[in-house]
Nanobody, 119 residues
Framework: QVQLVESGGGLVQAGGSLRLSCAAS????????MGWYRQAPGKQRELVAS???????NYADSVKGRFTISRDNAKNTVYLQMNSLKPEDTNVYYC?????????????WGKGTLVTVSS
């Protein structure tokens, strides 16, 4: 099995910063894409940022220039540095990993970490 454990969420004032981390563990051959999603109550989960094993990244327009995604392949860990946070960034943030196990790619999700930005 594969587990994704997120950390780093919390309460911050508008304009502040937080850094989220997500570590994958278990029976992992390779992780292709890792990413962060967020979901507000009653809304669909949306992509915040993703990064390939080679380091190519992709961002939602709403976070470009403020958030930076990175990963440590040796540690199977992905990070999300969030700067200039806004109240509308308040959400539960979920880590996602596309993990190759037994020659198959499978999607795994963390349980989520809450980010609250106060105005």
């Amino acid at each position: 099995q594969v587990q994704l454990v997120e950390s780093g969420g919390g309460l911050v004032q508008a304009g502040g910063s937080l850094r989220l981390s997500c570590a994958a563990s278990g029976s992992i051959f390779r992780i292709n894409v890792m990413g962060w999603y967020r979901q507000a109550p009653g809304k669909q989960r949306e992509l915040v940022a993703s990064i390939t094993s080679g380091g190519s990244s992709n961002y939602a327009d709403s976070v470009k220039g403020r958030f930076t995604i990175s990963r440590d392949n040796a540690k199977n860990t992905v990070y999300l540095q969030m700067n200039s946070l806004k109240p509308e960034d308040t959400n539960v943030y979920y880590c996602n990993a596309q993990v190759v196990r037994f020659l198959k790619e499978m999607d795994y999700w963390g349980k989520g970490t809450l980010v609250t930005v106060s105005s």
